[in-house]
């Protein structure tokens, strides 16, 4: 995943830390390091009970983490786009995992739509929810907009995510007061949230396509979800729910999601490639956080944070500013009841 490296002197010792525990294998405060793996940073816990929903569960980051969400016992529900591949997917874990209980429906994160009937679907089952996983994205893709008349990340990264983690909430508040298991929601960000545009999230911009840039688009919608995360979490206490919300970068991994940047097969990148493994992390490394933030005990109770290698982590600063994220709250909440205020 293609980024920039901050130049703030906050920001810069960040990342040296992080380079540092990326080249050195040196452990943060949690015993893990950018080096552990999803199974490593859940090993010895039991998730046995646990109804998991993982969108974009079919390829990449998702995959891996319904891979070893199962492996730990959790009920797996992949919602991905493709439902094919989500099919092979389970079928892939079903052959490492016999006893795993994974299921596959088609979730569509750019339809509100798609994303209303995965939700009916589920809930109508009676079936707990305990880990919702907000993994599923794009980046780069050309200006587009969804169905839903609205730019493609923040149609995708976002409102998908946001609509689909309001369809589930009172399922998952219901499920922790019942299980007395605390609830667990996840969104996976993305370090990149620092290049936004930059007046940052532009509200009443957000489906220009004279200005459109598609890196600085992802990354406003990557921000949005670290936003959302902090907003929710801060309803979630004021309710007293028992149910938390945190967001995480998952590091720099080759997947799927670069394959709209046309620069991915230039010489140079090539290169980059060849000399990535110094600093990339692969498929298991990178779904890590995920599963840290999902599982570990050393989570529990922790809300409205940011995590990176398995590590708390500071973000960027519109990232913690509270005001913007109950604007972008209140925006979302009017995309999703009216789409034509975009009109």
């Not at 015993?31 to 969108?55: P, Q, R, Y």
């Not at 398995?310 to 913007?324: F, H, I, K």
Request: hydrophobic share 40%.
């Amino acid at each position: 995943m293609p980024t920039h490296i901050p130049t703030s002197s906050h920001t810069t010792g960040q990342w040296s830390l992080k380079m540092k525990m990326r080249f050195f294998g040196g452990k943060g405060a949690s015993g893990f390091s950018a080096n552990s793996t999803a199974e490593e940073v859940t090993d010895g816990i039991d998730a046995t009970g646990l109804a998991a929903v993982v969108t974009g569960g079919a390829s990449g980051i998702g995959a891996e983490t319904a891979r070893v969400l199962a492996l730990r016992g959790a009920h797996v529900i992949i919602g991905d786009k493709n439902l094919a591949a989500g099919l092979q997917t389970r079928e892939s874990i079903l052959k490492q995992i016999p006893s795993a209980k994974v299921d596959v429906k088609e979730l569509d994160l750019s339809s509100m739509v798609s994303v209303r009937n995965f939700a009916k679907q589920f809930i109508s089952t009676g079936l707990p929810v305990n880990l919702l996983i907000n993994n599923a994205g794009v980046m780069g893709v050309p200006y587009k907009l969804s169905v839903d008349n609205i730019e493609l990340h923040f149609a995708t990264n976002h409102v998908g995510h946001f609509l689909l983690t309001d369809l589930f909430l009172d399922t998952m508040k219901k499920t922790a007061q019942e299980s007395k298991i605390q609830g667990r929601i996840v969104n996976v960000g993305s370090m990149a949230h620092f290049t936004t545009y930059p007046e940052g999230i532009r509200f009443d911009k957000i489906n220009e396509e004279a200005s459109y840039r598609p890196f600085s688009a992802y990354c406003v919608s990557k921000l949005a979800s670290i936003l959302h995360a902090n907003e929710l979490s801060r309803r979630l206490k004021d309710e007293g729910a028992d149910v938390t919300a945190n967001s995480l970068h998952p590091g720099f991994v080759y997947t799927k999601i670069v394959d709209h940047y046309p620069f991915m097969e230039t010489t140079i990148m090539r290169f980059v490639k060849m000399i990535s493994a110094f600093f990339i992390k692969d498929i298991h490394q990178g779904a890590a956080t995920t599963c840290y933030a999902a599982l570990h005990p050393q989570v529990r109770g922790v809300s409205g944070k940011y995590f990176s290698d398995c590590n708390l982590s500071e973000p960027w600063a519109q990232a913690t500013d509270m005001d913007l994220a109950k604007k972008l709250w209140d925006f979302t909440s009017n995309l999703i009841k009216d789409t034509s205020l975009l009109d």
